[in-house]
């Protein structure tokens, strides 16, 4: 039932940004803890931001804070991820998700979201 439509990703030198969107369907986005992890070849699944259930309460991964921001917006049931700063490190495809019933303690497990958005690619260049 819940869908979510990601895009906004792209090629860019160090130093840069982008934004990328998920556009959730298909449920209550506020009920809906929503996140963004990533994954590069050869290495496991990372947390990078997360906003919880209801609270909208916002958490960053360490190694992105400072640069990376999550955010949402209610009224489009979109939620977004403002990377500035970018680093070669960040290269890697970036998923959002969203779970009905996400614990806090779980908020960075990968495991406790039940919807993923198809991916879109991040590549930063030195």
């Known amino acids: 039932q819940v869908q979510l439509v990601e895009s906004g990703g792209g090629s860019v030198e160090a130093g840069g940004s982008l934004r990328l969107s998920c556009i959730f369907s298909g449920g209550n986005f506020r009920a809906y803890t929503v996140g963004w992890f990533r994954q590069a070849p050869g290495r496991e699944r990372e947390f990078v931001a997360a906003a919880f259930r209801n609270s909208g309460n916002t958490y960053h991964a360490n190694s992105v804070k400072g640069r990376f921001t999550i955010s949402k917006d209610n009224a489009k049931n979109t939620v977004y991820l403002q990377m500035n700063s970018l680093k070669p490190e960040d290269t890697a495809a970036y998923y959002c998700?969203?779970?009905?019933?996400?614990?806090?303690?779980?908020?960075?497990?990968?495991?406790?979201?039940?919807?993923w958005g198809q991916g879109t690619q991040v590549t930063v260049s030195s």
């Open positions: 998700a969203a779970g009905a019933g996400v614990i806090l303690s779980a908020l960075r497990d990968g495991a406790a979201y039940s919807n």
